[in-house]
């Protein structure tokens, strides 16, 4: 089975702080690991997807996110928060080999400024 | 061009009605997909293609057909609509399968009364 959990319905921080949205897996083999972003009344927009290779992976719009297989997690990273930031996020991911997807249930983003 | 285009933008249907949400990519991509978006549950497969001709379930098709006869377009038809079938349904592209990122369309919401 593969599943990618995020634990956090809602995150808020404040403008100009970092940011981090959570997420952690369970899939079978090798993960192939991603994150998009959805605006409102909007499709999901593609930031960053992990593979293989370095753990720290960059993205669109100033995000990234960090690999980490001890912890069988996917956390989504920006040092300074914009108010344009907020939105719902989601983390998604899939085992090797397979051509499915599975997403999480989304975090909304609030950034207040 | 115009990525993924996903028509109409908003639908009521009534129970035992049916319908077709259309979906139309102009990127050549060979892997399009179906979703449903649900609070509380984030995105959920319905149909995928592969190329055209070649269709396979995810994981809730029941009561959805797909059939893939162009590159272009990846129709998703409800036969007999029912009110759980009330949801957001979101289209996606990608040149490959994944873990190709996907380019997905602005979604269809969908009303079953």
């Known amino acids: 089975a593969q599943s990618v959990a995020q634990p956090e319905d809602q995150v808020n921080v404040a403008e100009g702080n970092p940011l981090t949205v959570k997420c952690t897996y369970s899939?079978?083999?090798?993960?192939?690991l991603f994150w998009y972003v959805q605006y409102p009344n909007r499709g999901l927009q593609f930031l960053l997807k992990?593979?293989?290779?370095?753990?720290l992976v960059k993205g669109s719009y100033g995000f990234e996110a960090e690999f980490n297989k001890s912890q069988t997690s996917f956390h989504l990273k920006k040092p300074s928060a914009l108010v344009s930031d907020s939105a719902l996020y989601f983390c998604?991911?899939?085992?090797?080999?397979?051509?499915?997807?599975?997403f999480g249930i989304g975090t909304k983003l609030q950034v207040i400024p | 061009n115009a990525g993924v285009t996903q028509t109409p933008k908003f639908q009521v249907l009534k129970t035992g009605q049916s319908m077709t949400l259309q979906c139309a990519q102009d990127?050549?991509?060979?892997?399009m997909s179906w979703y449903r978006q649900d609070p509380g549950m984030g995105l959920r497969l319905i149909h995928y293609?592969?190329?055209?001709?070649?269709?396979d379930q995810g994981e809730v098709p029941n009561g959805y057909n797909v059939s893939r006869s162009t590159t272009e377009d990846f129709p998703l038809r409800l036969l007999s609509a029912a009110p759980s079938q009330t949801s957001v349904y979101f289209c996606?592209?990608?040149?490959?399968?994944?873990?190709?990122?996907?380019?997905f369309g602005d979604g269809t919401r969908l009303s079953i009364l």
């Open positions: 992990y593979i293989t290779g370095d753990n």
């Open positions: 293609s592969v190329g055209a001709g070649i269709t």
């Open positions: 990127m050549n991509h060979e892997y």
């Open positions: 998604a991911g899939i085992s090797g080999g397979y051509q499915k997807v599975t």
């Open positions: 899939v079978s083999g090798n993960p192939y």
């Open positions: 996606a592209s990608s040149f490959e399968p994944p873990p190709s990122p996907q380019h």
